[in-house]
């Protein structure tokens, strides 16, 4: 296992400015894997108002694990996800709760689980998961370790996912200024041929987006690429 306070400074290493988010929280889930002992796979979860899944998975069973519980809606990841705390089940032949999904994930392997809440955002919740194939692997010890790391696993989360927001939203208003550039130009052009007001080049080029069944940008653009080409 890895050393935890070694883990923890790794992951407050990450510029999320450079790295995409799903390889941030790929990261997490590794780190988290590395770090807390008796863990053979982890996973982050997050929950949106009308969505669940899973962000990043360090293996094909932490995945699957966590499917079953969308599936059954319900779940010591979403129980944890709803409530930002820590679930632990101890031994998942002797649990009691969640009679519709635990028998499944015994069947395929799993001894004991530990999820712990992770407050990512207002309308967006999460939880990281741990999932050991023994029962009884995760002591007092790790868990504590694990709500330690989830503390700073849940601020890289937010982080990242603003991030992310950030960067879409950047990316959104570039592809409009684009559009907004070229019909512009199309207006222009339009006024130049036809001897018409802005208004009308703009009338004029809706009624040939709507006559053609296509976008007003690509329309704008395709008039533009025209009276480019040499004559």
Same mark, same amino acid.
């Given at each position: 296992?890895?050393?935890?306070?070694?883990?923890?400074?790794?992951?407050?290493?990450?510029?999320?400015?450079?790295?995409?988010?799903?390889?941030?929280?790929?990261?997490?889930? =590794?780190?988290?894997?590395?770090?807390?002992?008796?863990?053979?796979?982890?996973? *982050?979860?997050?929950? !949106?108002?009308?969505?669940?899944? =899973?962000?990043?998975?360090?293996?094909?069973?932490?995945?699957?694990?966590?499917?079953?519980?969308?599936?059954?809606?319900?779940?010591?990841?979403?129980?944890?996800?709803?409530?930002? *705390? =820590?679930?632990?089940?101890?031994?998942?032949?002797?649990?009691?709760?969640?009679?519709?999904?635990?028998?499944?994930?015994?069947?395929?392997?799993?001894? %004991? !689980?530990?999820?712990?809440?992770?407050?990512?955002?207002?309308?967006?919740?999460?939880?990281?998961?741990?999932?050991?194939?023994? !029962? &009884?692997?995760?002591?007092?010890?790790?868990?504590?370790?694990?709500?330690?790391? !989830?503390?700073?696993?849940?601020?890289?989360?937010?982080?990242?996912? %603003?991030?992310?927001?950030?960067?879409?939203?950047?990316?959104?208003?570039?592809?409009?200024?684009?559009?907004?550039?070229?019909?512009?130009?199309?207006?222009?052009?339009?006024?130049? &041929?036809?001897?018409?007001?802005?208004?009308?080049?703009?009338?004029?080029?809706?009624?040939?987006?709507?006559?053609?069944?296509?976008k007003l940008r690509d329309v704008a653009a395709a008039l533009v690429a025209e009276a480019s080409r040499p004559r």
């Amino acid at each position: 296992m890895a050393d935890s306070q070694g883990a923890l400074a790794e992951l407050g290493r990450i510029r999320l400015s450079e790295v995409p988010l799903d390889d941030v929280l790929l990261r997490v889930a =590794t780190l988290a894997r590395d770090t807390v002992d008796g863990a053979d796979e982890a996973s *982050v979860t997050l929950v !949106a108002p009308r969505e669940s899944g =899973t962000a990043a998975f360090t293996g094909v069973l932490a995945k699957m694990l966590d499917e079953w519980q969308y599936e059954n809606e319900g779940g010591p990841c979403l129980e944890a996800a709803a409530s930002t *705390v =820590t679930i632990s089940v101890p031994d998942v032949a002797r649990e009691e709760r969640w009679p519709l999904y635990l028998p499944r994930a015994a069947g395929a392997g799993l001894g %004991s !689980a530990l999820s712990v809440g992770l407050p990512v955002q207002e309308a967006v919740t999460g939880a990281l998961n741990l999932y050991s194939l023994r !029962a &009884e692997a995760f002591d007092d010890h790790a868990v504590t370790v694990a709500q330690s790391f !989830a503390d700073y696993a849940a601020v890289a989360l937010a982080n990242a996912q %603003s991030y992310d927001a950030t960067a879409t939203l950047a990316r959104q208003m570039r592809e409009a200024m684009t559009n907004r550039a070229a019909i512009e130009q199309a207006k222009g052009i339009i006024m130049a &041929e036809q001897r018409c007001s802005p208004d009308e080049a703009f009338t004029r080029l809706s009624k040939l987006s709507q006559q053609s069944n296509r976008k007003l940008r690509d329309v704008a653009a395709a008039l533009v690429a025209e009276a480019s080409r040499p004559r």
